[in-house]
């Protein structure tokens, strides 16, 4: 499996970005997908997930609100739409697939900046 996110960049607070993941070498919609982020100096951390069908979705309380995983199986991708950008948003991005519990798939993640 392989995946590969994209559509980081600069924002300043209360802007919008949207991140996409394209997935490969596996079936995608036996899989559940997930975003996660990593801040300098921090662990990875749980941003959203959603089941094979995208109709059961899971949110970190620091995003819940703000931020909308979305799947399109037709065209093996995943998106995480980011509204009310915040500085503590700061992070890169990876997309994993998984079981909705264990994650287990990665790719190289993406830069999202925030500025005040």
């Known amino acids: 499996v392989q995946l590969q996110a994209s559509g980081g960049g600069l924002a300043q607070a209360g802007d919008s970005l949207s991140l996409s993941c394209s997935f490969s070498?596996?079936?995608?919609?036996?899989?559940?997908l997930a975003w996660f982020r990593q801040a300098p100096n921090k662990a990875r951390e749980f941003v959203a997930d959603c089941n094979w069908s995208g109709h059961t979705t899971h949110y970190a309380d620091s995003v819940k609100g703000r931020f909308a995983i979305t799947r399109d199986n037709a065209k093996n991708m995943v998106y995480l739409q980011m509204n009310n950008l915040k500085p503590e948003d700061t992070a890169v991005y990876h997309c994993g697939a998984g079981n909705f519990s264990i994650y287990g798939h990665w790719g190289p993640g993406t830069q999202v900046t925030v500025s005040s």
């Open positions: 070498g596996g079936t995608f919609t036996t899989y559940a």
